[in-house]
């Protein structure tokens, strides 16, 4: 037989987070913690309820319990930054207007000798495919080079074209 759910102590402090829950993880925290002692239910049930794995469940329930004696720090809330990025979307734009002025004039783009400005500006060293991935979400693409020069002489182009002897 399974031992009996502890943290009876906690019963109030998880009714008030039920009550005052606004987000799913938090509505979790509290079923967790409750629906043991509440209901009686097993950490397996539990757990197919709140829809975790028996092991996330007893570590939701561990935490909430160190949360609420004081020992730990609540959890915190995601930050605006996305996985593992470097900076947020308008700082790296910011940071690619400073790098690309020039580009934005018509300047040709050369990417393995812009990697070391934008590390610079980042403060962290990057992958090469970071900034192709960078430039690409920022609206910048690879264009297919023109068929002429644009410094090129046109008139002269054509009158080489109409002299220029067949192999």
Known sequence: ???PAG????????RELLRSA???????RAQAVLLP???GLSLEQTARAIGRSVNATCAIRTRFAKVAEGVM??????TALRNHALADLEREASILDEVL???QKGG?????????LIEEKVGKPMALSTVYRMLARHGWRKL???????QGDAERREVWKKNCPKP
Request: charged share 25%.
């Open 37 to 39: 002692l509440d209901l």
């Open 1 to 3: 037989m399974a031992r």
């Open 7 to 14: 943290g009876v102590e906690h019963v109030v402090a998880a």
């Open 108 to 116: 040709i783009v050369v990417i393995p000798q812009l990697k070391p």
């Open 144 to 150: 297919a080079p023109d068929t002429y020069h644009p």
């Open 73 to 78: 720090g609540p959890p915190q809330a995601k």
């Open 22 to 28: 606004k987000t799913a993880e938090e509505l979790r």
């Open 101 to 103: 002025a020039d580009a």
